[in-house]
């Protein structure tokens, strides 16, 4: 089977703790992302990255870390100076980054507690 | 930056009748690309769209891009509550995809 996988499904944080999700694929893309979606909005880019070793902020990127070690492989670290973390976090692979459609995961929500 | 503006933000919809979600920018957009996420789910691409005036077709639902690549939008016919979900539309461009905010749709049995 492929496709991409997210884990935990459900994440709770208590107040000043960092958590790491978890994105695997195995679609052999190249491209990887993170998308964080607030209750009723949109999605807006976090962190992504074309190739291993390397990434780029996004448009929310503040607060938030990530790694590329691997090719099928994409953590996010929601760090504690992310104020407002409780949100619903994609993830996302896709062939490269040339406007390629992209392939979410289910998802990660995470709450503060 | 490129903002890609969806109207409306909600549509609720008698089941059986046909809707419009529009998908609009400021800019000439590169491409435009269709997702739909049903409740508690993850974004699915539908559709991508990169010609002037294209229209494309899957079953009840139609997708155009506008003559300037400006707008484009989504109409689906007879509506089924199995079209239930928020649809957004994006622009894949500078190596990545931005989104719209996105039209939730509620259907009416």
């Known amino acids: ?13 208590k107040e000043g703790q960092n ?30 990255s074309q190739i291993v070793n390397d990434f780029q902020k996004g448009d929310i990127a503040e607060g938030y870390s990530v790694s590329r070690e691997k090719k099928e492989s994409f953590p996010l670290t929601v760090t504690s100076a992310q104020k407002n973390p409780t949100a619903f976090y994609l993830c996302a692979s ?12 289910p998802g990660t929500r995470l709450l503060v507690l | 930056g490129q903002q890609v503006m969806q109207i409306p933000q909600y549509q609720h919809v008698q089941e059986g009748e046909d809707f419009t ?3 609009n920018s400021s800019t000439t957009l590169s491409n435009i690309q269709w997702y739909k996420q049903r409740p508690g789910g993850h974004p699915v691409f539908l559709i991508q769209l990169v010609k002037s005036g294209e229209v ?4 009840r639902l139609t997708f155009q891009f506008g003559e300037a690549k400006k707008n484009s939008s989504l109409h689906i016919t007879a509506t089924q509550t199995t079209d239930v979900g928020t649809y957004f539309c994006g622009e894949a461009a500078g190596n990545k995809l931005t989104f ?3 039209t939730r749709v509620l259907v009416k049995p």
């Open chain 1, 1 to 13: 089977d492929g496709g991409i996988t997210q884990s935990p499904k459900y994440l709770f944080r």
């Open chain 1, 19 to 48: 958590v790491t999700l978890s994105c695997e694929q195995n679609l052999n893309h190249d491209a990887m992302y993170w998308y964080r979606q607030d209750p009723g909005q949109g999605l807006r880019l976090i962190y992504y």
């Open chain 1, 94 to 105: 896709s062939i490269g980054t040339a406007g390629e459609t992209q392939y979410f995961g």
């Open chain 2, 21 to 23: 979600t529009y998908c």
């Open chain 2, 56 to 59: 494309k077709k899957q079953k």
């Open chain 2, 100 to 102: 719209g905010g996105g």
